[in-house]
Protein backbone atom coordinates (compact mmCIF):
# COMPACT_ATOMS: atom_id res chain seq x y z
CA UNK A 1 0.00 0.00 0.00
CA UNK A 2 1.22 3.85 -1.05
CA UNK A 3 1.50 6.38 1.48
CA UNK A 4 -0.89 7.99 -0.06
CA UNK A 5 -3.93 5.17 0.63
CA UNK A 6 -2.15 4.43 3.98
CA UNK A 7 -2.77 8.31 4.93
CA UNK A 8 -6.23 7.80 3.80
CA UNK A 9 -7.60 4.54 5.32
CA UNK A 10 -5.97 6.58 8.60
CA UNK A 11 -8.04 9.37 8.17
CA UNK A 12 -11.29 7.55 7.94
CA UNK A 13 -10.37 5.64 11.12
CA UNK A 14 -9.79 8.75 12.44
CA UNK A 15 -13.26 10.03 11.35
CA UNK A 16 -15.03 7.18 12.30
CA UNK A 17 -12.80 6.96 15.84
CA UNK A 18 -13.49 10.48 16.83
CA UNK A 19 -17.35 10.78 15.70
CA UNK A 20 -17.74 7.62 17.76
CA UNK A 21 -16.08 8.34 20.96
CA UNK A 22 -17.54 11.59 20.91
CA UNK A 23 -21.44 9.90 20.32
CA UNK A 24 -20.46 7.99 23.39
CA UNK A 25 -19.53 10.85 25.19
CA UNK A 26 -22.38 13.60 24.03
CA UNK A 27 -24.98 10.87 24.39
CA UNK A 28 -25.01 10.76 27.86
CA UNK A 29 -23.18 14.24 29.36
CA UNK A 30 -26.41 16.34 28.81
CA UNK A 31 -28.64 13.71 31.14
CA UNK A 32 -25.29 12.97 33.48
CA UNK A 33 -25.05 17.37 34.10
CA UNK A 34 -28.78 17.22 34.96
CA UNK A 35 -29.44 14.50 37.37
CA UNK A 36 -25.78 13.08 38.41
CA UNK A 37 -24.49 16.67 38.89
CA UNK A 38 -27.24 18.85 39.51
CA UNK A 39 -26.93 21.80 36.86
CA UNK A 40 -29.51 23.94 36.70
CA UNK A 41 -30.25 26.02 33.51
CA UNK A 42 -28.54 29.20 34.02
CA UNK A 43 -25.31 26.61 34.94
CA UNK A 44 -25.88 24.86 31.62
CA UNK A 45 -25.37 27.83 29.88
CA UNK A 46 -22.39 29.42 31.69
CA UNK A 47 -20.86 25.49 30.80
CA UNK A 48 -21.36 26.46 27.23
CA UNK A 49 -20.21 30.04 27.87
CA UNK A 50 -16.68 28.24 29.07
CA UNK A 51 -16.46 26.13 25.81
CA UNK A 52 -17.48 28.54 23.20
CA UNK A 53 -14.91 31.44 24.80
CA UNK A 54 -12.12 28.93 25.40
CA UNK A 55 -12.50 28.07 21.97
CA UNK A 56 -12.64 31.38 20.59
CA UNK A 57 -9.36 32.71 22.35
CA UNK A 58 -7.12 29.68 21.75
CA UNK A 59 -8.54 29.22 17.88
CA UNK A 60 -5.51 30.84 16.53
CA UNK A 61 -2.75 30.24 19.27
CA UNK A 62 -3.17 26.57 19.15
CA UNK A 63 -2.38 27.01 15.13
CA UNK A 64 0.87 27.72 15.77
CA UNK A 65 1.37 24.29 16.69
CA UNK A 66 0.13 22.91 13.57
CA UNK A 67 1.91 24.95 11.38
CA UNK A 68 4.94 25.43 12.91
CA UNK A 69 5.51 22.33 14.27
CA UNK A 70 3.61 19.67 13.34
CA UNK A 71 -0.14 18.55 12.28
CA UNK A 72 0.14 15.07 13.37
CA UNK A 73 1.31 16.49 17.17
CA UNK A 74 -1.19 19.02 17.10
CA UNK A 75 -3.73 16.52 16.52
CA UNK A 76 -2.59 14.41 19.38
CA UNK A 77 -2.08 17.09 21.78
CA UNK A 78 -6.24 17.93 20.98
CA UNK A 79 -7.02 14.54 21.95
CA UNK A 80 -5.20 14.30 24.70
CA UNK A 81 -6.64 17.09 26.16
CA UNK A 82 -9.92 16.34 25.05
CA UNK A 83 -9.98 12.97 27.07
CA UNK A 84 -8.74 15.18 29.79
CA UNK A 85 -12.03 17.03 29.70
CA UNK A 86 -14.38 14.14 29.17
CA UNK A 87 -12.58 12.28 32.11
CA UNK A 88 -12.41 15.01 34.54
CA UNK A 89 -16.28 15.62 34.05
CA UNK A 90 -17.15 12.04 34.30
CA UNK A 91 -15.14 11.57 36.92
CA UNK A 92 -16.14 14.54 39.07
CA UNK A 93 -19.54 15.38 39.56
CA UNK A 94 -19.05 19.25 40.86
CA UNK A 95 -20.15 22.25 38.48
CA UNK A 96 -16.58 23.06 38.96
CA UNK A 97 -15.43 20.07 37.67
CA UNK A 98 -17.31 20.41 34.82
CA UNK A 99 -16.48 24.10 34.07
CA UNK A 100 -12.78 23.21 33.73
CA UNK A 101 -13.69 20.03 31.77
CA UNK A 102 -15.49 22.54 29.48
CA UNK A 103 -12.29 24.35 29.01
CA UNK A 104 -10.06 21.62 28.32
CA UNK A 105 -12.05 20.40 25.78
CA UNK A 106 -12.67 24.14 24.28
CA UNK A 107 -8.62 23.89 23.75
CA UNK A 108 -8.62 20.37 23.11
CA UNK A 109 -10.50 21.08 19.93
CA UNK A 110 -8.74 24.26 19.16
CA UNK A 111 -5.49 22.06 18.29
CA UNK A 112 -7.86 19.59 16.34
CA UNK A 113 -9.37 22.31 14.64
CA UNK A 114 -8.08 22.35 11.03
CA UNK A 115 -5.51 20.39 11.85
CA UNK A 116 -6.75 17.19 10.95
CA UNK A 117 -8.20 18.61 7.46
CA UNK A 118 -4.41 20.19 6.86
CA UNK A 119 -2.51 16.81 7.49
CA UNK A 120 -4.76 14.89 5.49
CA UNK A 121 -4.15 17.50 2.51
CA UNK A 122 -0.76 17.37 2.77
CA UNK A 123 -0.11 13.66 2.71
CA UNK A 124 -2.47 13.13 -0.01
CA UNK A 125 -0.94 16.05 -2.30
CA UNK A 126 -4.54 17.96 -2.92
CA UNK A 127 -5.95 15.48 -5.50
CA UNK A 128 -9.48 14.19 -5.15
CA UNK A 129 -10.51 15.95 -1.47
CA UNK A 130 -13.84 16.45 -2.08
CA UNK A 131 -14.17 12.64 -2.16
CA UNK A 132 -12.73 11.99 0.84
CA UNK A 133 -13.85 14.55 2.55
CA UNK A 134 -17.52 13.13 1.80
CA UNK A 135 -16.53 9.52 2.40
CA UNK A 136 -15.16 10.52 6.14
CA UNK A 137 -18.44 12.51 6.05
CA UNK A 138 -20.43 9.39 5.78
CA UNK A 139 -17.81 7.06 7.47
CA UNK A 140 -18.72 9.70 10.71
CA UNK A 141 -22.43 9.42 10.51
CA UNK A 142 -22.55 5.79 10.43
CA UNK A 143 -19.99 5.53 13.74
CA UNK A 144 -22.35 8.26 15.23
CA UNK A 145 -25.37 6.44 15.27
CA UNK A 146 -23.12 3.07 16.49
CA UNK A 147 -21.63 5.48 19.01
CA UNK A 148 -25.20 6.73 20.52
CA UNK A 149 -26.14 3.21 20.85
CA UNK A 150 -23.04 2.43 22.86
CA UNK A 151 -23.29 5.57 24.48
CA UNK A 152 -26.90 4.69 25.75
CA UNK A 153 -26.01 0.78 26.73
CA UNK A 154 -23.28 1.97 29.00
CA UNK A 155 -25.22 5.26 30.92
CA UNK A 156 -27.94 2.51 31.65
CA UNK A 157 -25.64 1.27 34.13
CA UNK A 158 -23.84 4.79 35.14
CA UNK A 159 -24.42 8.01 33.77
CA UNK A 160 -20.91 8.60 34.44
CA UNK A 161 -19.46 5.41 32.49
CA UNK A 162 -20.00 6.85 28.96
CA UNK A 163 -17.83 9.66 29.70
CA UNK A 164 -15.22 8.08 31.51
CA UNK A 165 -14.55 5.37 29.04
CA UNK A 166 -14.45 7.81 26.36
CA UNK A 167 -12.25 10.01 28.33
CA UNK A 168 -9.55 6.80 28.05
CA UNK A 169 -10.11 5.79 24.78
CA UNK A 170 -9.46 9.29 23.76
CA UNK A 171 -5.90 8.44 25.38
CA UNK A 172 -5.67 5.64 23.53
CA UNK A 173 -6.59 7.24 19.79
CA UNK A 174 -4.12 10.40 21.05
CA UNK A 175 -1.10 7.58 20.88
CA UNK A 176 -2.59 6.15 17.76
CA UNK A 177 -2.66 8.89 16.22
CA UNK A 178 0.85 10.21 17.64
CA UNK A 179 2.70 6.41 17.05
CA UNK A 180 0.77 5.26 13.99
CA UNK A 181 -0.02 8.46 11.43
CA UNK A 182 2.13 9.18 8.99
CA UNK A 183 3.96 12.94 8.32
CA UNK A 184 5.89 12.49 5.54
CA UNK A 185 4.87 15.69 3.46
CA UNK A 186 4.69 18.87 6.08
CA UNK A 187 6.73 21.65 5.39
CA UNK A 188 6.75 24.21 8.52
CA UNK A 189 5.31 27.43 7.64
CA UNK A 190 7.50 30.79 9.17
CA UNK A 191 4.48 33.00 8.53
CA UNK A 192 2.78 32.24 11.75
CA UNK A 193 5.42 33.32 13.87
CA UNK A 194 4.31 37.19 13.84
CA UNK A 195 1.80 38.01 16.99
CA UNK A 196 -1.01 35.56 16.80
CA UNK A 197 -3.48 37.64 18.60
CA UNK A 198 -2.80 40.13 16.09
CA UNK A 199 -3.06 38.06 13.26
CA UNK A 200 -6.84 36.76 14.66
CA UNK A 201 -7.50 40.63 14.46
CA UNK A 202 -6.49 41.49 11.77
CA UNK A 203 -8.01 38.92 9.79
CA UNK A 204 -11.23 39.97 11.38
CA UNK A 205 -10.84 43.22 10.37
CA UNK A 206 -9.85 42.33 6.96
CA UNK A 207 -12.92 40.74 6.35
CA UNK A 208 -15.11 43.20 7.82
CA UNK A 209 -13.07 45.70 5.24
CA UNK A 210 -13.82 42.83 2.38
CA UNK A 211 -17.76 42.59 2.85
CA UNK A 212 -18.32 46.62 3.78
CA UNK A 213 -19.05 46.50 -0.53
CA UNK A 214 -21.89 43.98 -0.31
CA UNK A 215 -24.84 44.32 1.42
CA UNK A 216 -25.67 40.69 0.92
CA UNK A 217 -22.01 39.71 2.73
CA UNK A 218 -23.03 42.42 5.33
CA UNK A 219 -26.21 40.03 5.65
CA UNK A 220 -24.25 37.31 5.85
CA UNK A 221 -22.45 38.96 9.22
CA UNK A 222 -25.59 39.32 10.70
CA UNK A 223 -27.26 35.84 9.91
CA UNK A 224 -24.02 34.57 11.51
CA UNK A 225 -24.73 37.13 14.77
CA UNK A 226 -28.10 35.47 15.13
CA UNK A 227 -27.56 31.81 14.67
CA UNK A 228 -25.25 31.99 16.81
CA UNK A 229 -26.72 33.75 19.62
CA UNK A 230 -30.05 31.22 19.47
CA UNK A 231 -27.81 28.10 19.01
CA UNK A 232 -26.63 28.20 22.39
CA UNK A 233 -29.74 28.60 24.21
CA UNK A 234 -31.27 25.67 22.25
CA UNK A 235 -28.54 23.28 22.65
CA UNK A 236 -27.59 23.49 26.60
CA UNK A 237 -31.84 23.65 27.47
CA UNK A 238 -33.17 21.10 25.10
CA UNK A 239 -32.40 17.95 27.34
CA UNK A 240 -33.35 19.69 30.84
CA UNK A 241 -36.75 21.05 28.97
CA UNK A 242 -37.56 17.18 28.16
CA UNK A 243 -36.49 15.79 31.94
CA UNK A 244 -37.85 18.74 33.33
CA UNK A 245 -41.54 19.27 32.14
CA UNK A 246 -42.76 15.85 30.34
CA UNK A 247 -42.75 12.25 31.40
CA UNK A 248 -41.80 9.91 28.73
CA UNK A 249 -44.33 7.51 27.93
CA UNK A 250 -44.56 4.41 30.26
CA UNK A 251 -45.49 1.43 28.19
CA UNK A 252 -41.88 0.70 27.98
CA UNK A 253 -39.53 1.01 31.10
CA UNK A 254 -36.48 2.03 30.20
CA UNK A 255 -34.18 5.07 31.70
CA UNK A 256 -34.50 8.57 30.46
CA UNK A 257 -30.62 8.61 29.20
CA UNK A 258 -32.56 5.97 27.05
CA UNK A 259 -35.28 8.04 25.89
CA UNK A 260 -32.83 10.71 24.84
CA UNK A 261 -30.43 9.11 23.11
CA UNK A 262 -32.96 6.74 20.88
CA UNK A 263 -34.61 10.39 20.53
CA UNK A 264 -30.98 11.88 19.20
CA UNK A 265 -30.69 8.68 17.43
CA UNK A 266 -33.96 9.12 14.87
CA UNK A 267 -33.41 12.71 14.73
CA UNK A 268 -30.05 11.82 13.45
CA UNK A 269 -31.55 8.97 10.85
CA UNK A 270 -34.08 11.74 9.95
CA UNK A 271 -31.28 14.39 9.33
CA UNK A 272 -29.49 12.14 6.85
CA UNK A 273 -32.30 11.04 4.81
CA UNK A 274 -33.14 14.91 4.75
CA UNK A 275 -29.62 16.01 4.13
CA UNK A 276 -29.14 13.94 1.42
CA UNK A 277 -32.16 14.56 -0.66
CA UNK A 278 -31.37 18.38 -0.09
CA UNK A 279 -27.80 17.89 -1.81
CA UNK A 280 -29.11 16.06 -4.77
CA UNK A 281 -32.40 18.69 -4.80
CA UNK A 282 -29.61 21.75 -4.91
CA UNK A 283 -27.23 20.32 -7.84
CA UNK A 284 -28.70 22.94 -10.45
CA UNK A 285 -30.42 25.52 -8.81
CA UNK A 286 -30.03 29.18 -8.49
CA UNK A 287 -29.27 31.83 -5.91
CA UNK A 288 -32.61 33.14 -5.63
CA UNK A 289 -34.25 29.61 -5.05
CA UNK A 290 -31.22 28.73 -2.26
CA UNK A 291 -32.53 32.18 -0.49
CA UNK A 292 -35.95 31.24 -0.36
CA UNK A 293 -35.56 27.90 0.83
CA UNK A 294 -33.86 29.45 3.37
CA UNK A 295 -36.06 31.99 4.08
CA UNK A 296 -38.67 29.35 4.41
CA UNK A 297 -36.26 26.70 6.95
CA UNK A 298 -36.01 29.80 9.48
CA UNK A 299 -39.12 30.91 9.29
CA UNK A 300 -40.26 27.04 10.15
CA UNK A 301 -37.04 26.67 12.39
CA UNK A 302 -38.51 29.56 14.68
CA UNK A 303 -42.09 28.08 15.26
CA UNK A 304 -41.25 24.46 16.02
CA UNK A 305 -38.82 25.65 18.77
CA UNK A 306 -41.22 28.11 19.81
CA UNK A 307 -43.65 25.12 19.49
CA UNK A 308 -41.24 23.04 21.26
CA UNK A 309 -41.03 25.32 24.31
CA UNK A 310 -44.38 25.70 25.10
CA UNK A 311 -46.27 22.97 24.16
CA UNK A 312 -47.47 20.11 26.91
CA UNK A 313 -47.72 17.19 24.91
CA UNK A 314 -44.84 15.45 25.00
CA UNK A 315 -45.15 13.58 21.44
CA UNK A 316 -46.16 17.30 20.30
CA UNK A 317 -42.73 18.49 21.69
CA UNK A 318 -40.91 15.22 20.35
CA UNK A 319 -42.23 16.38 16.74
CA UNK A 320 -41.49 19.62 17.50
CA UNK A 321 -37.91 18.78 18.35
CA UNK A 322 -37.27 16.79 15.37
CA UNK A 323 -38.42 19.25 12.95
CA UNK A 324 -36.16 21.63 14.36
CA UNK A 325 -33.15 19.09 14.41
CA UNK A 326 -33.74 18.39 10.64
CA UNK A 327 -34.19 22.16 9.93
CA UNK A 328 -31.22 22.85 11.06
CA UNK A 329 -29.02 19.86 9.46
CA UNK A 330 -30.59 20.85 5.78
CA UNK A 331 -30.30 24.91 6.74
CA UNK A 332 -26.20 24.19 7.13
CA UNK A 333 -25.53 22.98 3.54
CA UNK A 334 -27.82 25.17 1.42
CA UNK A 335 -25.90 28.00 4.05
CA UNK A 336 -22.76 27.16 2.88
CA UNK A 337 -23.26 26.72 -1.16
CA UNK A 338 -24.74 30.18 -0.26
CA UNK A 339 -21.92 31.91 1.25
CA UNK A 340 -19.56 30.40 -1.51
CA UNK A 341 -21.81 31.81 -4.00
CA UNK A 342 -21.41 35.48 -2.75
CA UNK A 343 -17.83 35.62 -2.65
CA UNK A 344 -16.76 36.93 -6.32
CA UNK A 345 -13.08 37.21 -5.53
CA UNK A 346 -11.13 33.80 -4.74
CA UNK A 347 -8.73 35.73 -3.10
CA UNK A 348 -10.56 37.06 0.14
CA UNK A 349 -12.53 33.47 0.46
CA UNK A 350 -10.80 32.62 3.27
CA UNK A 351 -10.85 35.64 5.39
CA UNK A 352 -14.39 35.95 4.46
CA UNK A 353 -15.39 32.74 5.45
CA UNK A 354 -12.91 33.45 8.53
CA UNK A 355 -14.61 36.17 10.00
CA UNK A 356 -18.11 34.82 9.15
CA UNK A 357 -16.90 31.97 11.63
CA UNK A 358 -15.72 34.18 13.97
CA UNK A 359 -18.86 36.52 14.48
CA UNK A 360 -20.75 33.15 14.63
CA UNK A 361 -18.38 32.13 17.51
CA UNK A 362 -18.97 35.41 19.15
CA UNK A 363 -22.99 35.02 18.89
CA UNK A 364 -22.03 31.91 20.82
CA UNK A 365 -20.17 33.45 23.50
CA UNK A 366 -22.86 36.16 23.95
CA UNK A 367 -25.85 33.83 23.28
CA UNK A 368 -25.07 31.98 27.07
CA UNK A 369 -25.21 34.95 29.25
CA UNK A 370 -28.39 36.54 27.14
CA UNK A 371 -30.25 32.72 27.77
CA UNK A 372 -29.20 33.04 31.00
CA UNK A 373 -30.20 36.05 32.06
CA UNK A 374 -33.66 35.13 30.91
CA UNK A 375 -33.91 32.00 32.75
CA UNK A 376 -32.50 33.26 36.27
CA UNK A 377 -35.92 33.91 37.68
CA UNK A 378 -37.75 31.31 34.98
CA UNK A 379 -37.41 28.28 34.10
CA UNK A 380 -35.63 26.63 30.02
CA UNK A 381 -38.93 26.99 28.53
CA UNK A 382 -38.57 30.58 28.61
CA UNK A 383 -35.04 30.15 27.26
CA UNK A 384 -36.36 28.17 24.85
CA UNK A 385 -39.09 30.87 23.91
CA UNK A 386 -36.00 33.42 23.58
CA UNK A 387 -33.77 31.04 21.37
CA UNK A 388 -36.78 31.27 18.93
CA UNK A 389 -37.00 34.98 19.31
CA UNK A 390 -33.41 35.51 18.86
CA UNK A 391 -33.65 33.76 15.90
CA UNK A 392 -36.38 36.03 14.23
CA UNK A 393 -33.94 38.64 13.03
CA UNK A 394 -32.38 36.04 10.80
CA UNK A 395 -35.82 35.25 8.68
CA UNK A 396 -36.08 39.36 8.23
CA UNK A 397 -32.16 39.26 7.19
CA UNK A 398 -33.26 36.37 4.42
CA UNK A 399 -36.42 38.33 3.81
CA UNK A 400 -34.21 41.78 2.77
CA UNK A 401 -32.12 39.44 0.96
CA UNK A 402 -35.28 37.90 -0.94
CA UNK A 403 -36.94 40.97 -1.82
CA UNK A 404 -33.73 42.61 -2.90
CA UNK A 405 -33.34 40.05 -5.76
CA UNK A 406 -37.10 40.62 -6.84
CA UNK A 407 -35.75 44.11 -7.82
CA UNK A 408 -37.68 45.62 -4.64
CA UNK A 409 -36.78 47.60 -1.87
CA UNK A 410 -36.64 46.27 1.41
CA UNK A 411 -38.22 49.66 3.08
CA UNK A 412 -41.41 48.89 0.33
CA UNK A 413 -42.64 45.83 2.41
Request: proline share 2%; hydrophobic share 50%.
Amino acid sequence: MDRRMFAYHMYLVYMGATAFLFAVYSTAASVYRIQEVGLDAVQLLWIGFALEVSCFLFEIPTGVVADLYSRKRSMAIGLLLTGCGFLLEGSVPLFGAVLGAQVLWGVGYTFLSGADQAWIADERGGDGMEGLYLRGAQVAQFLTLAGMAAGTGLASYDLSFPLQVSGVMYFALALFVWLGFPENRFTPSDSREENTWRAMWGTFFLGVKAVRASTVLVVILGISLFSGLYSEGFDRLYTLHLLENFRFPGFIDIPDVVWIGGINAVAMVLNIIAVEWIQRRFQKTGRLEKVAVLLVINSLMTGSIFAFAVTGEFWMALAAYWITYILRGTNQPIYNAWIHEQIRESHLRATILSTQGQIHALGEILGGPLVGAIVWRSSAVFGLIASSIILAPVVLLYLMVWRERKGKSFMKM
